[in-house]
Nanobody, 116 residues
Framework: EVQLVESGGGLVQPGGSLRLSCAAS????????MTWVRQAPGKGPEWVSG????????NYADSVKGRFTISRDNGGNTVYLQMNSLKPEDTALYYC?????????RGKGTLVNVSS
């Protein structure tokens, strides 16, 4: 059974940092590209960042470029999202996603609230 479990969210002041984690199981993690997606209250999902299976290539949405960094630990079956210089507009439910055999799997997400 494919499982993705996010953690690391919380309340943080503007300018602060958080590190999100996504623990994966039920598939060969090292062979699958992983992405982070967020959904702000009342809005649709927004792709945030992605990393290929080998970790050699990463991509970021313009809204987070230079502030967020995606990384992965294939031995630990975990993908991370380091978020720095957080802004109120980064407030959202963040979840990781994996596409396996044409099917998208996602976790329940972790809530990030950037507020003073």
């Amino acid at each position: 059974e494919v499982q993705l479990v996010e953690s690391g969210g919380g309340l943080v002041q503007p300018g602060g940092s958080l590190r999100l984690s996504c623990a994966a199981s039920g598939f060969t993690f090292g062979s699958v590209g992983m992405t982070w997606v967020r959904q702000a209250p009342g809005k649709g999902p927004e792709w945030v960042s992605g990393m290929y299976s080998g970790g050699s290539s990463t991509n970021y949405a313009d809204s987070v470029k230079g502030r967020f960094t995606i990384s992965r630990d294939n031995g630990g079956n975990t993908v991370y999202l380091q978020m720095n210089s957080l802004k109120p507009e980064d407030t959202a439910l963040y979840y990781c996603r994996a596409r396996l055999n044409g099917i998208d799997y996602r976790g329940k997400g972790t809530l990030v609230n950037v507020s003073s």
